[in-house]
T-cell receptor, first 112, second 114 residues
């Protein structure tokens, strides 16, 4: 089955700096890669996603890049703000399965 | 996206008992899933709830322990049976539609087993 590795497990940045979280996946047939943000005590919230036919996608301060050859994808947050502090999860979905396999999560702390 | 609710939001249960968690969506959805999130951990898929047929369970999860119902396209239940303290977790449902990959989560049910 699919295996998703996520790094780093914790990340601290100064407010205004950029943050990058990286994930690798094992199944080359996976074709959908979402990112979720989970604040303490709340549900995971879908913040951005990318499909395998796209190399990069951007939404305001967040962007995701995908390298299919290397089987890795990354989340980039620019101009970080304290409200970006949360746990971020990457995930991968196999072709036709609709089942998500999640990475272990990254706890991002943005220091004012 | 759909509005998803879960009941109960939290519960404290004694070992050996069972708890049924409900997931309700405000519109018809094709896909419904149940996840477990142990304290401080990631999300693990328990099963896919199939409308009108038996749920599809992931490795490590069995129907006797986690029976699931899905009577229609807006509702599903997950039962945690014969609970032990190791079952203390947050249980979340998620929903998605055929033709779209996006999945959205319910607010979760925080279960503590004493």
């Amino acid at each position: 089955g699919e295996n998703v590795e996520q790094h780093p497990s914790t990340l601290s940045v100064q407010e205004g700096d950029s943050a990058v979280i990286k994930c690798t996946y094992s199944d080359s047939a996976s074709n959908y890669f979402p990112w979720y943000k989970q604040e303490l005590g709340k549900r995971p919230q879908l913040i951005i996603d990318i499909r395998s036919n796209v190399g990069e996608k951007k939404d305001q301060r967040i962007a995701v890049t995908l390298n299919k050859t290397a089987k890795h994808f990354s989340l980039h947050i620019t101009e970080t703000q304290p409200e970006d502090s949360a746990v971020y999860f990457c995930a991968a979905m196999g072709a036709g399965s609709y089942q998500l396999t999640f990475g272990k999560g990254t706890k991002l702390s943005v220091i004012p | 996206s759909a509005v998803i609710s879960q009941k109960p939001s939290r519960d404290i249960c004694q070992r050996g008992t069972s708890l049924t968690i409900q997931c309700q969506v405000d519109s018809q959805v094709t896909m419904m899933f149940w996840y477990r999130q142990q304290p401080g951990q990631s999300l693990t898929l328990i099963a896919t709830a199939n409308q009108g047929s038996e749920a599809t369970y992931e490795s490590g999860f069995v129907i006797d322990k986690f029976p699931i119902s899905r009577p229609n396209l807006t509702f599903s239940t997950l039962t945690v049976s014969n609970m032990s303290p190791e079952d203390s977790s947050i249980y979340l449902c998620s929903v998605g539609r055929t033709g779209g990959n996006e999945q959205y989560f319910g607010p979760g049910t925080r279960l503590t087993v004493t």
